[in-house]
């Protein structure tokens, strides 16, 4: 069957899990798609980047010439229109939470956030679920933090969004830094 061209359109689903390093095994789509691994939901879709950085080597009077990457980075950018306090810690490094009992039975959660000292030194794993019944499934993994912080910003005509910018760091000996799996439709 021939590779099927793609229109992309829609959001997707944020999925988080800790990940023990360069060491680690990536689990497989049932292990890491559940409700419980669910960072929030999103709003205004996602970006993923790939920056290489080259250098070109170039003798003084050009007769020779050489291109070389030297650098690369990848970044996943996205909104989180809602999400779970619980899990503030997988994208502030500094974030301690504390579960507490209300004076009426409820649960409440104290984050603390802040304190070089309380940097905790993990590194997770983020799946970006793309679903498309039509024109395939896309899923993008990295592994990395969020090195964007969080502002929580709250207005009366505005949601209070979250926007992480994950920075991966390489999922595995060869350096990889991001996996694209897209998925043809099966048709009938």
């Given at each position: 069957?021939?590779?099927?061209?793609?229109?992309?359109?829609?959001?997707?689903?944020?999925?988080?899990?800790?990940?023990?390093?360069?060491?680690?095994?990536?689990?497989?789509?049932?292990?890491?798609?559940?409700?419980?691994?669910?960072?929030?939901?999103?709003?205004?879709?996602?970006?993923?980047?790939?920056?290489?950085?080259?250098?070109?080597?170039?003798?003084?009077?050009?007769?020779?010439?050489?291109?070389?990457?030297?650098?690369?980075?990848?970044?996943?950018?996205?909104?989180?229109?809602?999400?779970?306090?619980?899990?503030?810690?997988?994208?502030?490094?500094?974030?301690?939470?504390?579960?507490?009992t209300t004076p009426t039975g409820g649960t409440g959660r104290t984050v603390l956030i802040g304190g070089v000292r309380n940097?905790?030194?993990?590194?997770?794993?983020?799946?970006?679920?793309?679903?498309?019944?039509?024109?395939?499934?896309?899923?993008?993994?990295?592994?990395?933090?969020?090195?964007?912080?969080?502002?929580?910003?709250?207005?009366?005509?505005?949601?209070?969004?979250?926007?992480?910018?994950?920075?991966?760091t390489p999922s595995d000996t060869q350096g990889t830094l991001v996996i694209l799996n897209m998925t043809d439709p099966v048709t009938a």
């Amino acid at each position: 069957m021939a590779e099927q061209e793609q229109i992309c359109v829609g959001s997707g689903y944020i999925y988080e899990m800790d990940f023990d390093g360069v060491t680690g095994t990536i689990p497989d789509d049932a292990t890491i798609e559940v409700d419980a691994n669910r960072l929030g939901y999103i709003e205004k879709g996602a970006t993923l980047t790939y920056a290489p950085t080259t250098h070109l080597f170039k003798a003084d009077y050009g007769y020779i010439m050489r291109n070389a990457l030297t650098e690369e980075s990848v970044t996943l950018k996205l909104g989180l229109i809602s999400w779970f306090t619980s899990k503030l810690d997988r994208l502030c490094s500094t974030a301690r939470i504390t579960e507490t009992t209300t004076p009426t039975g409820g649960t409440g959660r104290t984050v603390l956030i802040g304190g070089v000292r309380n940097f905790d030194g993990k590194t997770h794993l983020f799946r970006f679920v793309h679903l498309d019944p039509v024109w395939g499934d896309i899923r993008i993994t990295i592994v990395g933090m969020n090195t964007a912080g969080i502002v929580l910003t709250y207005a009366m005509d505005a949601s209070t969004n979250i926007e992480p910018e994950i920075t991966a760091t390489p999922s595995d000996t060869q350096g990889t830094l991001v996996i694209l799996n897209m998925t043809d439709p099966v048709t009938a």
